[in-house]
């Protein structure tokens, strides 16, 4: 019986031997010096404000010869309003911190602009241009041209190519959010 179960016991006793090993290692501990940090609150001035994309009838198209669907092409900008809001969060930040502890007027509140974009047939916006804005920052609309160009991508047509206006308008909101209780006595008013 030990010759039939030789192997089976040598296993065993190698299983165990390796298990006392591992076990009787002392484990690693890192030597760490504590620091004491200041623990600083986070500045809270992101872009609080939404970006409205054009509806099917803001659309104005210039050139359709690739035989795009329009409504899809609608669902796919409003789907894109997310990375917008992201992009332009940097530039209402530097809007509100040169306006510190001032309320947003109904003129100042956003920023209107109007692309030009052609999409061509393997579903790329080539060369968008911004045709107005009513916002002076340069270093804004490239961001916003540059964030069309490289990530915004359609399904590729047969041939032909799509051009069209759009409108993009992004609203901002004051600094502070109102709790609940501002609300209800803002709306009494």
């Known amino acids: 019986m030990i010759r039939r179960n030789a192997p089976m ?8 031997a390796m298990l006392y090993f591992i076990y009787s290692v002392p484990r690693y501990e890192p030597i760490v010096e504590a620091e004491e940090n200041e623990k600083e609150e986070p500045v ?9 994309m054009p509806s099917i009838d803001e659309i104005y198209v210039l050139e359709n010869t690739a035989g795009r669907d329009l409504n899809k092409l ?18 209402f930040k530097k809007f509100n911190s040169n306006r510190k502890g001032l309320s947003f007027s109904k003129s100042d509140d956003g920023v209107f602009l109007g692309l030009r974009l052609t999409l061509d047939s393997l579903g790329r916006f080539m ?14 609309k490239v961001k916003l041209l540059k964030h069309v160009e490289y990530f915004w991508r359609l399904p590729p047509s047969k041939q032909g190519k ?19 209780g501002e609300k209800k006595i803002s709306a009494k008013k």
């Open 74 to 91: 609608a669902l796919f900008f409003e789907g894109r309003a997310a990375g917008l809001h992201y992009l332009s969060s940097e530039y």
């Open 127 to 140: 060369n968008p241009q911004i045709l107005f804005s009513d916002t002076d920052d340069d270093v804004f």
């Open 9 to 16: 016991i040598a296993f065993l006793f190698v299983f165990i």
């Open 162 to 180: 799509l051009e069209m206006w759009i409108p993009i308008r992004f609203h901002a909101s004051a600094n502070q959010r109102q709790t609940a």
């Open 44 to 52: 809270n001035d992101t872009f609080r404000g939404r970006v409205d």
